[in-house]
């Protein structure tokens, strides 16, 4: 090896782990659930951080047959809530291990890095 030049083995292994780190954190995204809102409560999603949907709750009172529109609204309005919570969640897991692809990178000279 030359010097200036980067240590190869170091890069792979540190390449490794924060494969290892990604990994872990989309487990952990795949469990983590998140609920979002609408209509102060009315209509609620749970999610989990890596965005499947695993509950509904929707209040009676807004069961409206005349008015199906605002509880379809409400009902959207909930799922941007929880995907709002969903991919802040992901960025705070996945943004450090983001970070050091970049070390890992400029460690080899690769533009961007």
């Given at each position: 090896m030359?010097?200036?030049q980067?240590?190869?083995?170091?890069?792979?292994?540190?390449?490794?782990?924060?494969?290892e780190?990604l990994?872990?954190a989309?487990a952990?995204?795949?469990?983590?659930e998140?609920?979002?809102q609408?209509g102060?409560?009315?209509v609620?999603?749970?999610?989990t951080?890596s965005?499947?949907?695993?509950?509904?709750?929707?209040?009676p009172k807004v069961?409206?047959?005349?008015?199906?529109?605002?509880?379809q609204d409400l009902v959207?309005?909930?799922?941007h809530d929880?995907?709002g919570?969903a991919q802040r969640m992901?960025?705070?897991k996945m943004?450090?291990?983001?970070g050091?692809?970049?070390?890992v990178?400029g460690g080899?000279g690769?533009?961007?890095?």
């Open positions: 030359q010097p200036g980067p240590d190869m083995a170091m890069i792979l292994q540190q390449a490794q782990k924060m494969q780190q990994v872990a989309q952990e995204l795949a469990e983590t998140v609920t979002g609408a102060n409560g009315l609620q999603v749970t999610m951080a965005g499947e949907v695993r509950a509904v709750r929707i209040d069961a409206d047959p005349d008015d199906v529109e605002t509880l959207v309005g909930a799922i929880a995907t919570a992901q960025a705070e943004g450090p291990l983001a050091g692809l970049g070390d990178a080899l690769l533009p961007g890095a």
